[in-house]
């Protein structure tokens, strides 16, 4: 796995106690809402004592909260992935197209940007009550495995391209889960010349979802734009005639609040 070579300054720039207290807050999620200092240490790869500082720095701060032998993040740590979502100057009018779109289609409809090897969600409209459905603003999720992410990989200038396929993992999360790199490449392909992207049960067995890119009105690809349903018996052909001309139109109205 390659790596771009990083220049004197660069190095002398970086903190590294600002990546460890960052990584500190990563490594609470869903699956560990609570955690002890050694479970924490164990997760970011340092020792007890060092683990232990920066939770009790982020809980002086404020981003952390204790309760006996085990720490949690605060409400005050959504400030941080708010102010990413605040920047967009177009964040609210998308969320609230997301919404029309999820009452039109009856289905969840969400919005991407790319984050490294992941997709993450800027915007989300819920239709569905299985777990299986079950997603928020700011979740994670393969982007490979995933409409949005295969439609924002797909228009990665080569550069950019070659360095994804450098660092990513290609893992088989479904035994539906395409991770040949041929037939990925051969897939990237068709979604430029179709212009949508059409994924069944890779991400999880049941779920499909088929997603478009929103561009600014520059022509450049910012975001993906997606919905996802329970498969059913729609054949690909009936899920493109179905559901592309609402993304389409969904796409266009969103592109009217971007800047150019």
């Known amino acids: 796995m390659g790596s771009s070579p990083v220049s004197e300054e660069a190095q002398y720039a970086f903190v590294r106690s600002l990546e460890r207290g960052l990584a500190v807050i990563k490594s609470f999620g869903e699956s560990r809402p609570e955690q002890t200092i050694s479970e924490v240490a164990e997760q970011i790869g340092v020792d007890r004592a060092t683990a232990r500082r920066f939770l009790l720095t982020l809980s002086r701060l404020g981003y952390v909260e204790q309760e006996g032998r085990y720490f949690r993040l605060s409400p005050q740590s959504l400030q941080l992935g708010y102010a990413y979502l605040s920047s967009l100057p177009w964040w609210r009018s998308a969320q609230r197209e997301a919404e029309r779109l999820r009452d039109r289609v009856g289905q969840n409809c969400a919005i991407g940007v790319l984050d490294r090897d992941e997709v993450v969600y800027v915007a ?37 391209l070659r360095t994804f396929f450098e660092k990513v993992e290609i893992r088989p999360l479904t035994p539906f889960t395409i991770v040949n790199r041929v037939a990925i490449d051969e897939l990237l392909a068709q979604i430029r010349e179709q212009d949508f992207a059409y994924v069944d049960q890779e991400l999880e067995v049941g779920l499909k979802s088929i997603g478009i890119p929103i561009r600014n009105r520059g022509g450049q690809v910012v975001a993906g734009l997606s919905i996802s349903f329970i498969g059913g018996q729609l054949a690909a052909a009936e899920v493109t005639e179905k559901y592309l001309p609402e993304l389409r139109g969904a796409s266009v109205a969103i592109k009217e609040l971007l800047p150019g």
Not at 124 to 129: E, F, K, Q
């Open 124 to 160: 989300y409209a819920s239709a569905a009550a299985y777990p299986l459905m079950n997603r928020s603003v700011g979740i994670h999720l393969p982007a490979l495995s995933t409409a949005i992410g295969r439609i924002l990989v797909a228009h990665l200038k080569e550069e950019k």
